[in-house]
């Protein structure tokens, strides 16, 4: 799927994706959306790429690729801080990483990028859609994927299915250098993340300030595993509040 020319330490170059299929970001409707497609609000920028070497320093030491990113409750702007970090990670030298919608739900991920309908891990799972043709570049140096528009209503039992467990480790081992992070649907609004939580490394919390209460923060941490919680991502930008 992504062809490297050489992946040595001292003539490392970016991946070439020749069976990825390429999309457009709509510059204007991720700005709007505040994803951070250029470098243009440095607080913004600056606050990520502290993120990112915190994420990079706690998981390289544990040998950790996998990243589930969700939140306590609806609107807390996991999404957001799940396309923002990767775009954040790409930028960082030799590294490369890949962005699922795992919110089978409400996938969103390509409506914020302002990119068109796409096949994604709904037609994977229930059209038996090759891994290749759901996979997207969009245009960004080191980042690849999976974006897709379709809703699935019995997404908890996809989602704790050996199939997902095989696309995980797909994810994961087929390049060492790469980073899969997923976005979750709310951890006290659905199963889904709960039936997905062993698939994966580690575990990003999202809370939103001013708005998470203290009560919901302990349950969406007395749902992940000890040894899976990452940390909490204090989030400052709202996002819609729609229910699942």
């Not at 700005?31 to 505040?34: D, G, L, M, T, V």
């Not at 990483?97 to 409400?106: H, Q």
């Not at 300030?209 to 992940?224: E, F, H, P, V, Y």
């Given at each position: ?29 991720a700005?709007?959306?505040?994803c ?29 690729r ?26 960082e030298?030799?590294?490369t ?10 996938p ?74 997923f ?25 939103e ?16 595993p000890?040894d ?6 204090l ?10």
């Open positions: 799927m992504i062809t490297k020319e050489n992946t040595s330490t001292d003539t490392w170059q970016a991946p070439v994706y020749k069976q990825t299929r390429a999309v457009t970001i709509d510059t204007s409707v700005k709007a959306n505040h951070l497609v250029t470098t243009e609000n440095k607080e913004a920028v600056a606050g990520m790429e502290v993120l990112r070497s915190h994420l990079l320093n706690h998981t390289r030491t544990n040998g950790w996998t990243v589930m990113i969700t939140s306590a409750q609806p609107g807390e702007g996991k999404t957001l801080t799940a396309i923002n970090l990767a775009l954040t990670m790409a930028r030298y030799q590294q990483v890949v962005l699922v919608d795992a919110d089978l739900r409400k969103s991920v390509a409506q914020y990028l302002g990119i068109g309908p796409q096949p994604g891990l709904a037609d994977y799972f229930l059209g038996d859609t090759p891994l290749q043709d759901i996979m997207l570049w969009p245009g960004v140096e080191k980042l690849t994927m999976i974006a897709g528009d379709k809703a699935v209503p019995n997404a908890a039992e996809i989602m704790g299915s050996p199939k997902m467990k095989e696309l995980v480790l797909e994810l994961k081992d087929r390049y060492q250098d790469r980073y899969a992070l976005d979750l649907p709310p951890l006290l609004a659905l199963a889904d993340p709960i039936s997905f939580i062993d698939h994966v490394d580690c575990v990003l919390l999202v809370v300030a001013g708005q998470t209460s203290s009560r919901d923060i302990k349950k969406a941490q007395s749902l992940i000890d899976k919680l990452l940390g909490l991502v989030n400052r930008d709202t996002a819609p509040r729609q229910p699942y």
